[in-house]
């Protein structure tokens, strides 16, 4: 969760031998940490080399701080038969600074406190005015007097089952300042549950999909700045270190924003409760969605299958077949199976088993028609484009997949494949507005400054 490399100073151990520590030091940054001690934590580690990896280890700050180490593998040791002379090194993924938790698998917490980039920007709110009057002398040209005064923000506390998300508005301004004045102000989301749960629960129920709502809004990758978590064991509050897998973004303008906080503020608590039933529905796609927003997929043609992808299983999870027209599909193909010679029962039974519902093409043609004519004008002048661009998607998609296309024709079409990966983003993004209460005439303005929409107006658009 973070971007600076700090360093910490102490004595480790493993959680069986508490009487054997060794000194050292852990280095982390958003790469992640490495601990390089100077002894052997056990003795069975004297003389032997290669990987090895400890579940946990412990350790204590110089400050008397606790530390716990997850899924430490050893990386470097010295052949050296007396523990005083040992090195070790270990490298881990996982840090928790302020607690020990003998095991990953306990590691239950009651609450959580996360920071999110762009989450002060699309909050929007500020607690600070600030008036300069006139210089105090008119010899000291620098020296102005300043009143700041501060007005209480009341962000809204939001209940969706398990567990309740608090906005929480940090203030702070320095005691001691001379010509400058430095006003902080801060937002997170402080996360409690109704019950214990195990951080990589929370992680993966609350905190992505939290942090994906985020990116959506502002239209721009968001990252996990920093989280503390809350022990259900003993209320200790300790703070989280993870590899941060998406770079740090700049400041997004609140003009570049799908929505604010001001647009929505009224049915905040219905908004949130609407975001988490779409990922309890439709929790593939979304996640296959954002992989792409941020960036873990890098080359053009992956990119554009797993948006594909996305898009396939969103319409897919969003429009279900009614039961009665699967039951009576499944009649006709039985049917049909029966009809066929013995030997061509099983191959037909496999072709026909998931051949169902709408073809990819009409899917995305669908998703596309839900927009709207309006909003869809940069993309598609008229309904006949809708479907020429709804079929070359899937004319791309089906030579991708099924490898009915050379290398040489890929290279050579990496920009329309390129342009129907950002059609099928726009989408799916005005789509997710649409399922979160937005209306269709106000998908144009909430796209206004998207880049990769307005690309599309240009007389130099892709089609």
């Known amino acids: 969760m973070v971007k600076e490399e700090n360093e910490i100073e102490g004595n480790w151990w493993l959680p069986e031998t508490p009487d054997r520590r060794v000194h050292g030091r852990l280095s982390y940054s958003g790469a992640g940490a490495q601990l390089d001690l100077s002894g052997a934590l056990s003795e069975r580690d004297l003389g032997v080399v290669g990987a090895d990896r400890l579940d946990v280890v412990f350790g204590t700050t110089h400050e008397e701080d606790e530390v716990t180490v997850f899924r430490a593998l050893r990386t470097r040791a010295t052949l050296l038969v007396h523990s005083d002379f040992a090195r070790q090194s270990f490298v881990s993924s996982t840090v928790l600074l302020g607690a020990h938790v003998p095991a990953w698998s306990s590691f239950q917490i009651s609450a959580c406190e996360a920071e999110f980039t762009h989450l002060d920007e699309w909050i929007d709110l500020g607690g600070f005015m600030v008036e300069v009057t006139d210089p105090l002398s008119g010899d000291v040209a620098d020296d102005f007097l300043f009143r700041v005064t501060y007005r209480r923000i009341d962000l809204p506390s939001l209940h969706v089952s398990p567990f309740t998300v608090k906005f929480r508005f940090a203030t702070s301004v320095p005691l001691i300042f001379s010509h400058e004045i430095?006003?902080?102000?801060?937002?997170?989301?402080?996360?409690?549950?109704?019950?214990?749960?195990?951080?990589?629960?929370?992680?993966?129920?609350?905190?992505?999909?939290?942090?994906?709502?985020?990116?959506?809004?502002?239209?721009?990758?968001?990252?996990?700045?920093r989280i503390r978590v809350q022990l259900a064991e003993n209320a200790k509050w300790a703070e989280i270190i993870e590899p941060q897998r998406s770079t740090v973004a700049e400041?997004?303008?609140?003009?570049?924003?799908?929505?604010?906080?001001?647009?929505?503020?009224?049915?905040?608590?219905?908004?949130?409760?609407?975001?988490?039933?779409?990922?309890?529905?439709?929790?593939?796609?979304?996640?296959?969605?954002?992989?792409?927003?941020?960036?873990?997929?890098?080359?053009?043609d992956t990119k554009f299958l797993t948006v594909s992808q996305a898009a396939e299983g969103y319409h897919r999870r969003s429009n279900p077949l009614p039961q009665a027209d699967i039951e009576a599909y499944e009649r006709s193909v039985a049917s049909i199976i029966a009809g066929a010679p013995e030997a061509d029962r099983v191959w037909l039974g496999r072709k026909l088993e998931n051949s169902y519902g709408p073809t990819f093409t009409d899917r995305v043609e669908d998703l596309f028609m839900r927009l709207g004519q309006e909003f869809?004008?940069?993309?598609?002048?008229?309904?006949?484009?809708?479907?020429?661009?709804?079929?070359?998607?899937?004319?791309?998609?089906?030579?991708?997949?099924?490898?009915?296309?050379?290398?040489?024709?890929?290279?050579?079409?990496?920009?329309?494949?390129?342009?129907?990966t950002n059609q099928l983003l726009i989408a799916l993004k005005a789509n997710l507005l649409l399922d979160l209460g937005f209306a269709a005439a106000d998908l144009a303005k909430a796209f206004q400054y998207n880049q990769t929409y307005q690309i599309f107006s240009r007389r130099d658009a892709p089609f």
């Not at 996360?191 to 959506?216: C, G, M």
């Open 251 to 300: 400041s997004k303008a609140r003009l570049h924003m799908l929505f604010g906080y001001s647009q929505v503020r009224d049915r905040l608590a219905s908004m949130f409760a609407t975001w988490f039933a779409l990922y309890g529905k439709l929790a593939p796609a979304l996640n296959a969605l954002f992989s792409v927003i941020y960036n873990d997929v890098q080359s053009t």
């Open 376 to 420: 869809l004008k940069p993309m598609f002048s008229n309904r006949k484009k809708v479907a020429s661009g709804a079929w070359r998607i899937g004319d791309w998609r089906n030579k991708l997949t099924h490898m009915r296309i050379e290398p040489a024709e890929i290279s050579a079409n990496l920009r329309e494949i390129h342009a129907c």
């Open 182 to 225: 430095s006003l902080r102000e801060a937002t997170s989301l402080l996360i409690e549950t109704s019950k214990p749960l195990l951080y990589e629960d929370l992680a993966r129920d609350v905190i992505w999909p939290l942090r994906n709502l985020v990116t959506l809004a502002t239209d721009g990758p968001g990252v996990v700045k």
